[in-house]
């Protein structure tokens, strides 16, 4: 019959194969994500068999290869994988240490220094960038690839920090401005780096330009970090050095031999700052004076039953003849013969000097009164304590003083 063809048999229109499309997709997917785990930690083998054109199977295979030297499988299954995936750090890292290898450095390094922008975090990366740049004698580059790799990794800050030290040695006039700057910028590790130059013996003579250098940026040493530098300088007998640097940076003062003698700058750093040795029967603090509230002094209590230091400072006088000044104000009990000011050298213990502390009388008074004393320093004494000592009298009644305006000064 014309026109009478079974319409039965007309082709299935695209809404009768849908659901074999989706079914099929989603098999496919099922299967990506079955061997996605495979290809990312199976064996190499095992993952290329499974995915032979997966990007990370042939990276994963360029790397292996990189590792077994054979250097041209490497650059081929390297560049497989950046043709189908075009950002892959890895391969990338691969593609140029096998560039490295075949003795084309400059192409090496356009290709590493495009790996290294694009990820911070490539290890391996940045270690041949730090390595390369510094064969080229640059500084800057190399220094800004080994502060990628510490921020990330203190397992490595041994051997970076080493790399820092013998660069600022050897290349002094170059490097230390390089290291200078990447101090300044205050990165995490920095405090880790200045402690570790104290580990040995040439690590000082660094710190000491850093210390200099770094005061005319806008991150000088801290107090702690200066007072870290002065205190391993005195350790390893290098007075000379940490007079050098006091002098330079002039912190504290160098044209003041008592640091911190009005009780008003707490910057001042150790070892000059005052040492507060709390103990049983003494108490020293520092506070403002309860009869001048715009004025900080040193506040005593004390009852005669122990000796010792009560306060103490380092002092790095030079040799010659001086005069010790301090003024007391007495607030309550009669201090005269309880507390006394001495001198002593600190490498060797010689008493160099000693006064009562505080003159008789005047108990509440609001004057202050000075005591003050004359002494000698020789050659063999680079440094000295000046120490405020209780003396036992077993009087076991408290006595409360004030001190403040402590002071030496030359006679030569």
């Known amino acids: 019959m014309i026109g009478g063809a079974d319409k039965s048999a007309a082709p299935r229109g695209l809404e009768d194969i849908g659901p074999y499309v989706l079914i099929v ?45 054979r250097n041209d499988n490497a650059a081929s299954l390297g560049r497989d994988a950046l043709s ?41 990366t ?13 500084y800057s580059s190399a220094f800004a690839h080994a502060d990628t790799l510490v921020r990330r990794r203190e397992d490595i800050r041994p051997q970076v920090f080493r790399l820092f030290t013998t660069a600022a040695i050897q290349d002094r006039q170059r490097a230390l401005p390089v290291l200078v700057k990447l101090l300044a910028a205050r990165p995490p590790w920095r405090s880790a780096y200045l402690t570790g130059l104290y580990d040995g013996t040439e690590g000082l003579p660094v710190a000491a330009s850093l210390a200099v250098m770094l005061q005319a940026t806008e991150a000088p040493l801290t107090t702690h970090e200066l007072g870290e530098f002065y205190e391993q300088s005195l350790h390893k007998g290098q007075v000379e050095i940490l007079r050098t640097v006091q002098a330079r940076l002039n912190r504290p003062r160098a044209d003041t031999a008592v640091a911190n003698g009005g009780f008003d700058d707490p910057t001042a750093p150790a070892p000059f700052q005052w040492s507060l040795l709390q103990k049983a029967g003494a108490a020293a603090e520092i506070m403002t004076d309860d009869l001048d509230p715009s004025n900080s002094a040193l506040r005593i209590e004390y009852n005669g039953d122990a000796s010792g230091a009560i306060a103490r400072q380092r002092m790095f006088l030079a040799p010659g003849r001086h005069r010790f000044r301090a003024e007391s104000r007495i607030e309550s009990g009669d201090p005269a013969g309880y507390l006394e000011w001495t001198v002593t050298c600190a490498t060797g213990g010689a008493s160099l000097a000693s006064v009562s502390a505080v003159p008789a009388g005047n108990v509440g008074a609001p004057e202050w009164k000075a005591a003050s004393m004359d002494f000698s320093v020789s050659t063999a004494c680079s440094n000295q304590w000046l120490e405020l000592r209780g003396v036992s009298l077993d009087r076991g009644s408290p006595l409360v003083t004030w001190f403040d305006r402590i002071g030496i000064i030359s006679l030569d």
Not at 109 to 116: F, N, S
Not at 126 to 138: M, P
């Open 84 to 124: 189908r995936s075009p950002f892959d750090v890895r391969a990338l890292r691969v593609v140029g240490l096998t560039e490295a290898l075949a003795g084309r450095a400059d192409r090496a390094d356009e290709l590493l220094t495009l790996a290294g922008n694009w990820s911070l975090r490539d290890d391996p």
């Open 25 to 69: 997709g989603a098999v496919l997917l099922a299967w990506q994500i079955v061997i996605q785990p495979l290809i990312q930690r199976a064996p190499v083998e095992a993952a290329i068999r499974v995915a032979p054109g997966s990007p990370i199977a042939l990276r994963r295979a360029a790397e292996a290869e990189l590792i077994a030297g």
């Open 126 to 138: 940045h270690a041949w960038l730090v390595e390369h740049r510094l064969r080229r004698g640059d």
